[in-house]
């Protein structure tokens, strides 16, 4: 399966903000949409992604004012990314390795979606589901040969 099946799915949805909102809009904004990142697009450039877990690691247990902080000033900007052909495993690869929940997918310079570990979890669990409704029709259909 591959990364751009799921976007097939999921949609192409791509939730952004700015790198000089602050903080508690990008929160607010992850809030509102029940989303746990936000890609930083300046213009249409990606810029960085910013994550609960950086609104936690840099702003709460360092005890700043999200609404004094600006985004390019927390968001990680060494973006791990993926293109709608990459595979599965590999995206799980990227997330296991690097303790990451969310990818940007790239296509063309521009980002083109983004998955997240859930839609991996989702994707893999619906092929095995297929796979095994296939083994028992397969598995039926054998049991009612003849000899």
């Known amino acids: 399966m591959l990364v751009s099946d799921i976007l097939k799915n999921k949609g192409r949805e791509v939730y952004s903000i700015d790198p000089n909102q602050t903080v508690y809009e990008a929160i607010a904004t992850m809030d509102e949409l029940d989303i746990g990142a936000l890609v930083v697009l300046d213009g249409d450039s990606l810029d960085?992604?910013?994550?609960?877990?950086?609104?936690?690691?840099?702003?709460?247990l360092k005890g700043r004012?999200?609404?004094?902080?600006?985004?390019?000033?927390?968001?990680?900007?060494?973006?791990?990314?993926?293109?709608?052909?990459?595979?599965?495993?590999r995206c799980m690869g990227i997330m296991t390795e690097e303790k990451i929940r969310h990818l940007p997918v790239m296509e063309q310079d521009t980002v083109a979606g983004v998955i997240?570990?859930?839609?991996?979890?989702?994707?893999?669990?619906?092929?095995?589901k297929s796979e095994?409704?296939?083994?028992?029709?397969?598995?039926?259909?054998?049991?009612s040969y003849p000899g």
Do not use: A, C, F
């Open 48 to 60: 960085g992604i910013l994550s609960e877990r950086d609104y936690r690691s840099k702003v709460i």
């Open 132 to 143: 095994i409704s296939n083994l028992r029709h397969y598995i039926q259909g054998q049991g």
């Open 116 to 128: 997240s570990i859930g839609d991996l979890v989702k994707s893999i669990i619906s092929k095995q």
């Open 65 to 89: 004012s999200s609404k004094s902080t600006k985004v390019h000033e927390i968001m990680t900007s060494d973006v791990y990314y993926v293109t709608p052909s990459d595979s599965v495993q």
